[in-house]
């Protein structure tokens, strides 16, 4: 009679190959892939890499782009370059953190919904659903505009209308994995409790996770720009993008460089982070 087999005879997971996850990627898809860390570092080394104070006059007001000045400079005469480059890591930088504060509990929320079952599973669902069928960016606005303005206060409200997109992915991705086979014969081998759930169930729910959250990433900054944008972010002069694009708006047949080029900014921020999450997605899917 054959015995049950032993989990160190289960197969093992293949080594991850860079070289093949960028190929499947495609040119575009790298673009992306590689331009976020480098888009996050820009943001994080911001205020030391500016070529000239963000918040001080360095010259005339209104000078056109220029060789000294990339972008020209503002009403006041500040470096719009300088004042752009700040305005990532407003930007950027909270997008980034609230995608990471609502895929990690949205995911630990779907977790649980999906290991447990039963009414857990229940009452989880009737919640995600109830968030799911109501606007999100309206409520994210009326989340700010109770809480008043302010990038924290944009954060709060952006994360929690964000989560439960991730808790749907996990939960579904958990009862999906629970009923293949090689779950089934991890069961039989005696595999339980968290050894299940990180060797077995987890590297299936993880390329899901990772491909909505790299997809979000832009969905996220337009929405912060869009209220940011309607005065609910930072107060001025902090250089916000969607603010500073707000506030010159009604200079864009004069000086056109004040409300175009930040806008610009925000567009490609939202083409790289889309680059990136189509090119995760097609290398995660052929993998």
């Known amino acids: 009679m054959t015995g049950r087999p032993s989990p160190d005879t289960l197969p093992a ?6 070289r093949d996850f960028f190929r499947r990627a495609g040119w575009l898809g790298s673009v992306g892939i590689v331009g976020v860390p480098v888009v996050t570092v820009v943001a994080v080394l911001a205020p030391w890499i500016t070529p000239f104070d963000p918040q001080l006059r360095v010259a005339g007001a209104y000078f056109p782009p ?3 000045h990339w972008f020209g400079t503002d009403e006041i005469g500040r470096d719009l370059f300088s004042r752009v480059i ?3 890591q407003y930007t950027w930088l909270p997008g980034l953190a609230v995608i990471g504060f609502s895929l990690t509990f949205g995911s630990l929320v779907g977790l649980i919904a999906g ?5 857990v599973d229940l009452v989880i669902e009737r919640i995600v659903d109830l968030f799911l069928v109501l606007p999100g960016t309206l409520i994210a606005l009326a989340v700010v505009a109770s809480l008043g303005p302010g990038l924290v206060n944009t954060m709060i409200a952006l994360a ?12 579904d991705e958990i009862r999906r994995l629970k009923a293949r086979p090689h779950v089934e014969a991890a069961r039989i081998a005696g595999v339980r409790g968290p050894r299940l759930l990180l060797r077995y ?3 299936g729910v993880v390329p899901a996770l990772l491909i909505g959250a790299s997809l979000d990433v832009a969905n996220v900054i337009m929405t912060m720009s869009l209220m940011s944008f309607l005065g609910l972010g930072l107060p001025a002069p902090a250089p916000e993008l969607g603010a500073m694009t707000s506030r010159t708006l009604d200079s864009l047949t004069v000086h056109w460089w004040l409300p175009i080029l930040p806008a610009a900014i925000i567009f490609l921020l939202c083409l ?4 990136a999450g189509d090119g995760i997605r097609a290398a995660l899917r052929g993998a």
Not at 13 to 18: M, T
Not at 115 to 119: V, Y
Not at 272 to 275: C, G, I, K, Q, V
């Open 13 to 18: 997971r293949p080594r991850f190959n860079w």
């Open 272 to 275: 790289l982070a889309n680059l």
């Open 86 to 88: 700040l305005g990532i």
């Open 66 to 68: 220029s060789a000294e």
């Open 160 to 171: 929690i209308v964000w989560w439960m997109w991730y808790a749907r992915i996990s939960r």
């Open 115 to 119: 290991l447990i079952g039963g009414k």
């Open 201 to 203: 169930l987890l590297p």
